[in-house]
């Protein structure tokens, strides 16, 4: 699988959008970019995936560049409950594979 | 519907002590996993399963055993505990599924987690 580079953290005053940057140079063409967060002490909540295409939901919006080298996870209108760690993982869409490997992903701090 | 449950969800061990925990869901989902979170990392793949009756090692197999004798149940347990296992314990779920862009993946569900102190 495709190794992701994430900051380690940021920050984001409340209201704004929250932009969380995620490198992924090696990946390949049958590879998907998901986004996992989780909040203090609580298990891993999935947010939103993607393979070329940028992709919205009720959460967030996924862009993806054209190379698909990197992509960027948009909370729109950030509130204090988005602050957690937010992990970019890039795995193969053959469903063979389903395990996810985790990073140390980027910790989100939403200020009041 | 309650999703993922764990238990216990605090644990203390003393060296050498045995237990196993328990992770339930009610998604009638196929897979499940247990991973491990150490301070300050991400989480690691300790064992997975495809199936009931099916098991297999992931990451950081060495000193836990599975099972998963029902489809909504999967167990791990740890034979004789050491310090190094002192860690927060999450369990996941996931069902195959069509992704955008005609791939297909699982999304994982979650526990709230183990937290086990071996002293």
């Known amino acids: 699988d495709a190794k992701t580079t994430q900051p380690p953290s940021m920050d984001c005053a409340e209201g704004r959008a929250a932009n969380l940057p995620c490198n992924h140079s090696?990946?390949?063409?049958?590879?998907?970019v998901y986004w996992y967060r989780q909040i203090h002490s609580q298990g891993p909540q999935y947010i939103i995936h993607?393979?070329?295409n940028n992709e919205t939901n009720e959460m967030a919006s996924l862009i993806i560049t054209e190379d698909r080298k990197s992509s960027t996870l948009i909370l729109p209108h950030a509130t204090l409950r988005d602050t957690a760690v937010y992990y970019c993982?890039?795995?193969?869409?053959?469903?063979?594979?389903?395990?996810?490997?985790f990073g140390t992903g980027t910790l989100l701090a939403v200020q009041p | 519907n309650a999703g993922v449950t764990q238990t216990p969800k605090f644990r203390v061990l003393k060296t050498g002590q045995s237990m196993t925990l328990l992770c339930a869901q009610d998604?009638?989902?196929?897979?499940m996993y247990w991973y491990r979170q150490d301070p300050g990392m991400g989480l690691r793949l300790i064992h997975y399963?495809?199936?009931?009756?099916?098991?297999a090692k992931g990451e950081v197999p060495d000193g836990y055993n599975v099972s998963r004798l029902k489809k909504q149940n999967f167990l791990l347990g740890l034979e004789s505990a050491a310090p190094s296992q002192t860690s927060v314990y999450f369990c996941?779920?996931?069902?195959?599924?069509?992704?955008?862009?005609?791939?297909?993946?699982?999304?994982?569900?979650f526990g709230p987690g183990t937290r086990l102190t071996v002293t």
């Open positions: 090696t990946i390949s063409g049958n590879e998907y």
């Open positions: 998604m009638n989902h196929e897979y």
């Open positions: 993982i890039v795995r193969v869409g053959d469903g063979a594979t389903n395990k996810l490997i």
């Open positions: 996941a779920s996931s069902q195959q599924r069509g992704l955008a862009g005609g791939g297909v993946g699982y999304e994982q569900y």
């Open positions: 399963s495809v199936g009931e009756g099916t098991t």
């Open positions: 993607g393979l070329k």
